[in-house]
């Protein structure tokens, strides 16, 4: 067995590559005024506002920088943070390399020269949304440190600060995101004892926000990290050539299977008549799409389609339409509910013709009655993949992804599972 340490991306565009087409991410952004205020401190430091400070102008003194800070730079055409490997964000941060990109801005892997450890900082683009976008995050972040005793799977935030109009988050450094290990293993499925940990991790980091009454919106592979990058390769007998006894193909097994939610941007307190678009479109619940409201359950929708992305190495629900999107709902997991078809919204209806979907003559093509066709029933998918538990698996997942949000698990039932009774702490 080869053993390797290897540095990847933690961060990732938000337009993944799939099979099928994905398009972009349609969460609409958040409602909050504008902050402006001092370097560093609590959200609740910052004063709503019609104008940003122009932070700058402390930082230099006739010309010449204060602190070693860089010199001048403009924000590229989108907005986002120019700079060059080496230098200075404040006096107290040190770039060392970047390690991703996406909508929101740019993730800098940096020094701290305070705590004498690298961190991960997100640096949001110089745009009024995405810092409106970045308050929020940092309001829910500080809200779940205030609660979180260090076992809670949510990452830590370190520090936060406003700098030449970019809002700057000082994460904890931690390793690949789960999508990010997928790609890089060839889109291959992790072993059922991490799906398993995993599983039990990020369930009780919903369950811990639930608790505090806080929905994330949009769980999916890229928003949940591994917190070490280290991982093993062993043998892939499943894709080897049996009858040449190859087994010269390996892949990749992380070493441990902690991990940490990210990405609480999106993040929203529980209230009444919650009925605007929210989820990355793969892990989005029957219910956003049909308009009949939302609440906790869509999280625990979206679990459920995780763990069957582990388990298969490719998302559950590959598509970028609403009707086909209900429709491979229906094949996978058995038709809908009439009770739940006759309260779709006004917008939701065109999808549902005399109490069923309006599949397979409402379809946009050939090519999407073909994708939906070939999708298998759950349990068929499950055991395709998973030799072991997979009976427990099956129920765990049917309870996850119930079409009525009032019928489905919660994350403390879910935890109570006989699937995740079974978890081995190595981590």
């Known amino acids: 067995m080869e053993l390797e340490h290897v540095t990847v991306i933690p961060i990732t565009h938000l337009d993944r590559p799939r099979k099928r087409a994905r398009f972009g991410w349609d969460v609409p952004q958040a409602q909050v005024g504008i902050f402006c205020g001092q370097e560093v401190g609590n959200v609740a430091s910052y004063a709503s506002s019609g104008a940003i400070s122009d932070h700058t102008s402390s930082l230099f003194v006739k010309g010449v920088a204060r602190n070693g800070s860089p010199p001048w730079r403009e924000d590229d055409k989108d907005g986002h943070y120019m700079f060059a490997l080496g230098d200075n964000l404040t006096s107290r941060y040190k770039i060392h390399s970047k390690m991703g990109e996406g909508t929101f801005g740019q993730v800098l892997e940096c020094w701290d020269r305070e705590r004498k450890e690298m961190v991960a900082i997100k640096i949001v683009r110089g745009i009024k949304k995405y810092r409106e976008a970045a308050m929020i995050e940092i309001e829910a972040l500080q809200n779940l440190g205030k609660h979180d005793k260090g076992s809670n799977r949510c990452v830590q935030i370190r520090n936060w600060f406003d700098y030449r109009n970019h809002i700057c ?195 946009a093509s050939r090519e999407s009655m073909k994708a939906v066709l070939k999708l ?52």
Request: with cysteine.
């Open 169 to 363: 988050i000082v994460f904890e450094k931690l390793g690949p995101s789960l999508y990010d290990f997928l790609r890089k293993n060839n889109y291959r499925s992790f072993p059922i004892d991490h799906v398993r940990e995993i599983g039990r991790q990020l369930l009780e980091c919903v369950a811990f926000m639930h608790d505090l009454r806080m929905i994330h919106t949009d769980l999916k592979p890229e928003n949940i990290l591994l917190v070490s990058s280290d991982y093993v390769k062993v043998p892939d007998y499943k894709n080897s050539s049996r009858s040449t006894k190859d087994i010269s193909y390996y892949k990749r097994v992380p070493k441990s299977s902690a991990i940490k939610v990210i990405d609480f941007g999106s993040t929203t307190y529980e209230r009444q008549d919650q009925n605007y678009i929210v989820s990355t479109r793969h892990y989005r619940a029957p219910e956003v799409i049909l308009g009949l409201g939302w609440s906790y359950p869509c999280d625990i929708w979206s679990v459920g389609c995780i763990l069957v992305e582990l388990c298969t190495g490719e998302a559950l629900f590959q598509t970028h339409e609403n009707l086909e999107h209900l429709a491979m709902m229906e094949r996978v997991l058995g038709p809908m509910p009439q009770h739940i078809l006759k309260r779709v919204d006004r917008h939701a209806g065109k999808y549902v013709r005399r109490g069923r979907l309006d599949w397979p003559e409402g379809a």
């Open 376 to 427: 298998p029933r759950l349990q068929n998918l499950v055991m395709q993949h998973v030799d072991q538990s997979a009976g427990d698996l099956i129920h765990l997942l049917q309870g996850l992804l119930r079409y009525d949000p009032l019928d489905r698990l919660t994350a403390r039932e879910a935890l109570r599972h006989p699937f995740l009774a079974k978890v081995q702490h190595r981590r």
